[in-house]
């Protein structure tokens, strides 16, 4: 039988994860942070397909959701295992080794704008030449669906996409340390599975998967202003999945483990 790391030792592959991260280079951390924005667009595409591809999704919204839910995964699964920089999963990663002060929050905000950014321009890439372009998304019923998606995550009040945004990256997080638990493949893959999962069903904000979400629907039609997609939606999710990830996961597990 597989042997499951401890939370002790957990927080220890945290932190020599994060002690990697932190000393690649601004291109090599750049082009990490594109792929993983790019991977959490296939989970986007994927999701969304599934989801929505069948008539009266709307009327079956728990159905909807679950299916969705089931293959949005698979961004992160591809994160993890292939190799790439993840902002919403950095949250939690960076914080331990900061509040031990092994390294300063300024090399952690460098890191974070970085991928941030990164994951931006990965999440649009594949949106404009991989969705748009070919014309993925051109029956009515997956291009309707695309364009409502963007108007209602930029419709939600702001502290509510703040709240589900804090959400979103506590279940994120938790399915980075469950991934870290494991010692083999499959384990590892059923941590990252459920609450990633979890979080899609729920209905949660996560600011790199709308940076797919948002950007699709604009490119389809939708009629969302750039403003709108940054204050209305990115800048509150960003702000709860900092505080989900980083408060909820790296900072109390740090607090509950530290000697």
Not at 170 to 182: D, E, I, P, R, Y
Request: proline share 5%; net charge positive.
């Amino acid at each position: 039988m597989t042997r499951i790391n401890t939370p002790e030792e957990v927080l220890a592959l945290a932190g020599r994860s994060a002690a990697y991260k932190l000393q690649l280079p601004a291109g090599k951390t750049l082009v990490l942070a594109f792929l993983a924005g790019a991977y959490i667009a296939m989970g986007g595409l994927f999701s969304l397909m599934a989801g929505f591809g069948f008539p009266g999704a709307a009327e079956a919204p728990g159905l909807q959701r679950l299916l969705s839910g089931l293959v949005f995964p698979l961004g992160l699964i591809l994160v993890v295992f292939a190799g790439a920089e993840l902002f919403t999963g950095n949250n939690a990663v960076l914080v331990p080794g900061a509040l031990e002060r092994r390294y300063g929050w300024g090399k952690v905000a460098r890191n974070w704008t970085l991928v941030y950014l990164g994951n931006f321009a990965g999440a649009l890439f594949f949106g404009y030449f991989l969705v748009v372009l070919p014309g993925v998304l051109s029956a009515e019923l997956w291009r309707d669906a695309a364009c409502g998606i963007a108007q209602a995550k930029v419709s939600l009040p702001w502290l509510t996409v703040f709240l589900r945004g804090v959400g979103a990256n506590w279940l994120v997080c938790l399915a980075v340390w469950l991934g870290l638990s494991a010692g083999d493949a499959p384990g590892r893959m059923l941590g990252l599975f459920f609450p990633v999962m979890c979080f899609v069903v729920i209905g949660y904000e996560h600011c790199i998967a709308n940076m797919f979400f948002i950007p699709l629907g604009m490119m389809l039609g939708a009629p969302v202003s750039t403003a709108e997609l940054l204050l209305a939606n990115l800048l509150p999710a960003t702000l709860g999945n900092m505080a989900g990830g980083g408060l909820f996961v790296g900072g109390l597990y740090w607090y509950l483990n530290r000697k």
